[in-house]
């Protein structure tokens, strides 16, 4: 039976889509941070995880860049209510292998991954189009925003999160010293002067919610 690993930070949530899928999955875990994701995926070894995109601690698609390094063989599946052509594009760069709407119904989910079990990808059809139109967009448009490395979505999501630079060290395993280089780099590139402003940048990159 194939095994699922849920992350989702509203319990009700996750436990709702645990019901619809134990009677055909195997449901191996239930979490509700990136971190204890990344925890959970490494010690029960699941063949699927679906994970919701904005969460506490490392947010879905930061899970996503490191759980593809970590764990190759899991596929993962994103399942947000963000219905979002550039989020999309940006969890299968990371390495998900569908992308599914919480307006999806059990048998879609079921679907879902029976298709990257099979290795497909798998996209919800109220963003099919629009992903596609992106695609062909972003193919002639090489005037691209600056990207954040993996390490500097976890600093910015952790300062947006209200931690301190000292809290976001100890909380990465890194210098403070670190930190705030990491910090000073993303508002060089971003072109942004104070944390305020680099906090409505992780807004809008949906690192945390509002």
Do not use: W
Request: proline residues 3%; hydrophobic residues 50%.
């Amino acid at each position: 039976m194939i095994k699922v690993l849920l992350a989702d930070d509203h319990a009700a949530v996750a436990e709702g889509i645990a019901a619809l899928l134990k009677d055909v999955f195997q449901i191996v875990g239930i979490v509700h941070d990136g971190r204890a994701l990344l925890e959970a995926a490494d010690r029960l070894q699941p063949d699927v995880i679906i994970t919701d995109i904005t969460m506490p601690l490392l947010n879905g698609v930061s899970a996503i860049h490191q759980l593809t390094s970590s764990r190759p063989r899991s596929k993962i599946i994103v399942l947000t209510m963000h219905a979002d052509r550039e989020l999309a594009v940006e969890a299968f760069r990371a390495g998900a292998a569908g992308y599914l709407l919480k307006t999806a119904s059990g048998e879609e989910i079921i679907a879902a991954v029976r298709e990257v079990m099979q290795g497909h990808a798998y996209v919800c059809s109220l963003l099919t189009k629009d992903l596609i139109s992106f695609l062909i967009e972003t193919r002639s448009n090489t005037a691209a925003g600056p990207a954040l490395t993996p390490r500097q979505r976890e600093v910015l999501q952790l300062i947006a999160e209200g931690q301190t630079m000292k809290e976001v060290a100890a909380r990465l395993n890194i210098s403070p010293r670190t930190a705030e280089s990491h910090k000073y780099d993303m508002m060089q590139q971003l072109g942004v002067q104070t944390t305020a402003e680099l906090i409505q940048h992780a807004i809008r990159l949906k690192l945390i919610t509002v």
